[in-house]
């Protein structure tokens, strides 16, 4: 075989040979100056290939640096989202876990009085009350869990856990269920009104608000705030807002950008007072409007836009938080700065709840827990009772104390002195504690809003006066100064904080 190959190949060369030999010179130069012009071709692509390969190794680099870059975002974004989150729990474990020998930093929660709470307020300038359940009871709205929670629901022999019934995937599967149980609730709750806790807040922010605006809050570069942070869905802190502030009820008008959110109230976890479109195709998606007066089923309840099936104005657990529903965004920018938090009726089971609470006590800002089964175990201030019992007493006496804060600013006129001295002679001091009753001169029973507003735009038609002239006048014309009046804005209560309050 392989002599054979052999001379089959000598046969080829000799044949090419051959025809080489007889080609003529210009032939041979046609030949050699074709095989220049295909050398240079081919120069010219290799040329063109590693022109190319350049090009693609260049492309390749930019890639390369542009995945590096992202890369080092993503590690960036990811440590900062890992760091966040062993924040948050090891903020948590601090919160909530009692004996943790490891942790020296945090103080165990203690109990305060009201009065101490009170004073917290003191020159504070963003102030959030966080509320829950709790403060609903007194309305006749049961808790979701704990003692005196409603019952589970129960249908054909099943009973469903709040967890697995109250969420957007079980309305989508199980309608019918989901609707029964949701017009009980919506049945027990309708006709209940706001309670005295619901109310004495919004009195409080309202009179924050006063000062805000008002000419001797401006003078003094004192700008209060108070914002009202819920996660019930009962719609009741709205309803002692519109009650306290009928002039300013426009949310509720169908046609204002800002239909169905209370100015003053945050509800993260929406409000059962509303249904809202559930189709995302609809330009009308996620509007919010108020149930049919009359309806024979839930079927009823559509959208008028898209006429498909609506869904209750309200946040499930299997959902997420999001600005345009909740104002979460808003909420989180407005309360980045506050300086005091008061938890008020909830076992912060939320994620909003917890996670606020949490970073408030790393923060050290003080947080007063107003609860009948306080849950805050580190870092906490304790007020323990029922909301409808301590919260209307706190805020009666922030209320007093801020309308000191108020007198003191400005150089009394000798008519006001006459008038001031005899509400201190009348009025009877709703206190308990003697340390504080030996400190406050200006105790006034009187703490209706009507009479805040009177006093406020009073002392603002007046114009503030610094304490230095305060004294000089008194000084100057020979009166007796007015030290009891500015001690009784600095009661000697001796807090001992792991806080900022301390330092
Ligand atoms: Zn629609």
Redesign the pocket.
């Known amino acids: 075989m392989e002599q054979t190959d052999n001379s089959n190949k000598q046969t080829q060369q000799q044949e090419e040979t051959k025809d080489y030999r007889n080609c003529s010179y210009e032939e041979v130069m046609k030949m050699i100056e074709e095989t220049r012009l295909n050398c240079q071709r081919t120069m010219q692509i290799c040329n063109q290939s590693i022109q190319s390969i350049g090009e693609s190794i260049k492309t390749v680099n930019e890639a390369k640096q542009n995945i590096d870059g992202f890369f080092d975002q993503y590690n960036q974004a990811m440590n900062s989202l890992c760091e966040k989150i062993a924040g948050s729990f090891s903020g948590m474990s601090r919160c909530f876990l009692k004996n943790e020998n490891t942790d020296k930093e945090f103080e165990d929660s203690r109990q305060i009085t009201i009065q101490e709470g009170a004073q917290l307020f003191k020159d504070k300038k963003k102030v959030v009350f966080l509320t829950g359940a709790g403060i609903s009871v007194a309305s006749g709205i049961p808790t979701f869990r704990g003692v005196g929670a409603a019952p589970l629901f129960e249908k054909d022999g099943v009973t469903y856990q709040n967890e697995e019934i109250s969420t957007y995937n079980f309305m989508k599967n199980k309608p019918d269920i989901f609707w029964e149980r949701n017009l009980i609730f919506l049945g027990g709750q309708l006709g209940k009104k706001y309670n005295v806790s619901h109310l004495k807040i919004q009195q409080l922010v309202n009179q924050y608000k006063q000062i805000k605006t008002s000419q001797l809050g401006k003078q003094n570069a004192y700008q209060p705030q108070a914002v009202i942070v819920t996660q019930n869905t009962d719609g009741l802190h709205c309803q002692a807002f519109n009650e306290l502030n009928p002039r300013e009820t426009n949310y509720m008008n169908k046609d204002d950008p800002q239909y169905g959110f209370c100015p003053d109230v945050f509800e993260v976890h929406g409000s059962k007072t509303f249904l809202r479109?559930d189709?995302q195709e609809?330009?009308?998606?996620d509007?919010k409007f108020l149930y049919p007066q009359k309806y024979n089923s839930y079927k009823d309840f559509i959208?008028e836009?898209?006429k498909?099936q609506a869904r209750p104005n309200v946040l499930y657990f299997d959902e997420s938080y999001n600005e345009k529903n909740y104002r979460i965004n808003t909420l989180k920018e407005l309360t980045s700065d506050m300086d005091l938090l008061i938890s008020i009726g909830t076992q912060l089971d939320t994620g909003y709840a917890a996670q606020t609470v949490s970073s408030a006590v790393q923060q050290k800002i003080p947080v007063i827990e107003i609860s009948l089964t306080p849950v805050i175990q580190k870092g906490g201030l304790t007020l323990k009772g029922k909301a409808e019992e301590v919260v209307p007493q706190l805020c009666d006496l922030v209320m007093e104390l801020n309308k000191q804060y108020l007198q003191n600013k400005q150089l009394p006129t000798p008519q006001q002195k006459v008038a001031t001295k005899s509400i201190a002679q009348k009025s009877q001091n709703p206190l308990k504690d003697q340390n504080y009753k030996s400190n406050s001169s200006l105790q006034s029973t009187n703490t209706s809003n009507s009479s805040i507003s009177t006093k406020v735009s009073t002392n603002s038609a007046k114009p503030a006066v610094k304490p230095l002239n305060q004294n000089q006048a008194n000084t100057k014309t020979n009166q007796k100064p007015q030290v009891k009046q500015v001690s009784s804005t600095k009661p000697n209560v001796k807090i001992g904080l792991t806080t900022k309050e301390k330092k």
Not at 282 to 285: E, L, T
């Open positions: 479109c189709n609809c330009k009308d998606y509007k959208c836009t898209c498909t």
